[in-house]
């Protein structure tokens, strides 16, 4: 079992930049591929970004290339998502989530932070 927790989700301006943390617990942090999704109010969860469970390679949604981030520190069990040029679209609740390399989805799941932005 993983236990995930997000931390670092805010209300800001426009432009403003935020950064979600999500510690992780309980099995080899450096055995799971770590994503982040999101889900706004009234609509379905999304994916946002992932990164392999080496951190050499990462994917992010269409919505977020050249604007979010996503990074690892495997020595302390954290992943991090670097969200700047924050947009008003981008206000959901922001999860993160684990997937075991052998497995084909993610099967671990923080409680989610919320993180709003306003015009």
């Known amino acids: 079992q993983v236990q995930l927790v997000e931390s670092g989700g805010g209300s800001v301006e426009a432009g403003r930049s935020l950064r979600l943390s999500c510690a992780a617990s309980?099995?080899?942090?450096?055995?799971?591929?770590m994503g982040w999704f999101r889900q706004a109010p009234g609509k379905e969860r999304e994916f946002v970004a992932a990164?392999?469970?080496?951190?050499?390679?990462?994917y992010n949604a269409d919505s977020v290339k050249g604007r979010f981030t996503i990074s690892r520190d495997n020595a302390k069990n954290t992943v991090y998502l670097q969200m700047n040029s924050l947009k008003p679209e981008d206000t959901a609740v922001y999860y993160c989530a684990g997937q075991h390399m052998t497995a084909t989805r993610f099967d671990y799941w923080g409680q989610g932070t919320q993180v709003t932005v306003s015009s």
């Open positions: 309980g099995r080899t942090f450096s055995d799971y591929n």
């Open positions: 990164i392999t469970w080496t951190g050499r390679i990462t």
